[in-house]
C-alpha cells in the first residue's frame, strides 16, 4: 500500500513540474509556477520514504526514483539564485546612506484588516521616505491619512474593489500619473521622486490581478501589464525602481522576462527568498511583493518586517543611487525570441 501511494504522489510531484512547460495563459497551468520551494521540500521527502520504506524492485520504480532526482536538480537550480548562495545581481551600497538612497515600504494590506495601527508602528521602525500600500479603500486612506505631515507629497486612488493604491512621500513628486493600462478598474501610479541630491528617479507601483478562478482565471492581463511596464522602464531617461504586488514568484518565467525586457534588477537574488505572502500560513509562502530597480543602484538593506494582519508581510528595502555601480552589477538582458514574445503577450487579445 505505501509502495502504491509513493508511486503515484512520486507521478503527481513530477507532473506539477512539468505543468509549468506549457505556456498557456489559463490559471491552472500558471499557479503551479509558485510553489515550487515546497515542491522540492516535498520531492526529497518522497525520495527519502521510497529509499527507507519501498526501495524500488521494478523497472518502473527505478524510472519513477530516477526522474525524481532529475526533478530535484531541475526545482534546485531554479531556486538556487535566490538562495544565500546565488550570485547577487545587485552589490550593496558602496557608500554611507546619504542625499542619494531612497528607502520604499510596501504593503498589501488586506481590505478587510483593521489592524492600521500596526503598520503606522512599522512604519516608524523603517523611517521609510516613500510608503506604497495596495487593496486600500477610503477606510484605509482615513487611517493612513495621519502620515501627511511626515509625507506631504501623495498620489492616492482608494477603491473598494481591492485594487486601491495610496502612495506617500516626503520626497517632492513630479508629473505624478494614476494609469489604467489594461482593465478601467486596476489603476497603477507613475511618477518621478527627487531625492536630496536632486536625482530624479521614476518609480512604477504595481498591483495587477492574479491568475486564480475568484479573481481572474488568466494571468494574461497580469502579464500584460507587468511586461508594459517593463517597456516603459527600458525606454526611462531616468532611474528606474518598479514596485509592488506584482501577484507573481520572483522565479516564473514570467517575471524573468520582464527582468530581461526591462533590465532591471532584484535585488533578493542571492540574499534569500523574503517570502512576503502568505503570512498566515508558513508551508504556503512565495515572495509575491516585488522592488526592482536599474543596474545604477546598489542595495543599503532588504527586510520582510512582521505581519500586521494581513495574509501579506510589508518590505522596506533602501536603495542607494550611484552610476558608478552599472558595472558591477549583472544586468539581464533579453534575446531577440524574448522580446517577440514579450510583445505577443503585450498585444494579446483580451
Known sequence: MIHEILFYLSIAIILSTLVPFIRHDFWIF????????????????VILAILIFAFPHQTADYIVLFAMFINVSYLVY?????????????????????????KVFIANVYQENRKASEYHKEINACDPDVILMVETDTWWQT???TLSE??????????????????????????????????????????????????LVKLYCL?????????????????????????????????????GDLNDVAWSYTTELFGKVSGLLDPRRGRGFFNSFN??????????????????????????LPNCGSDHFPMCVD????????????TPEATTEE??????????EL
Not at 536603495?319 to 558591477?328: D, F, M, R, W
Open 150 to 199: 511626515r509625507y506631504p507629497f501623495q498620489l492616492k486612488i482608494p477603491l473598494a474593489n481591492t485594487y486601491g493604491m495610496l502612495l506617500y512621500s516626503r520626497f517632492e513628486l513630479q508629473n505624478g500619473e494614476i494609469k489604467y493600462l489594461v482593465k478601467s478598474d486596476i489603476p497603477s501610479i507613475e511618477t518621478l521622486v527627487k531625492l536630496p541630491s536632486g536625482q
Open 207 to 243: 498591483h495587477p490581478e492574479p491568475p486564480v478562478p475568484q479573481e481572474n482565471p488568466r494571468s494574461t492581463e497580469r502579464d500584460m501589464e507587468i511586461l508594459l511596464v517593463a517597456k516603459k522602464a527600458k525606454q526611462s531617461e531616468h532611474p528606474v525602481i518598479v514596485m
Open 339 to 348: 522580446l517577440e514574445l514579450a510583445n505577443e503577450k503585450i498585444n494579446a
Open 143 to 145: 487611517q493612513m491619512d
Open 279 to 304: 503570512a498566515k500560513y508558513f508551508f504556503l509562502r512565495f515572495p509575491l511583493d516585488h522592488i526592482f530597480c536599474s543596474p545604477n543602484f546598489t542595495l543599503s538593506s532588504i527586510n520582510r
Open 319 to 330: 536603495l542607494q543611487y550611484n552610476p558608478k555601480a552599472e558595472v558591477k552589477n549583472e
Open 78 to 102: 531554479l531556486i538556487f539564485p535566490f538562495t544565500i548562495f546565488g550570485n547577487k545581481q545587485i552589490i550593496g551600497s558602496l557608500e554611507k546612506p546619504g542625499k542619494n538612497n531612497l
Open 30 to 45: 500558471r499557479v503551479f509556477e509558485y510553489p515550487r520551494l515546497q515542491k522540492l521540500v516535498l520531492n526529497i521527502f
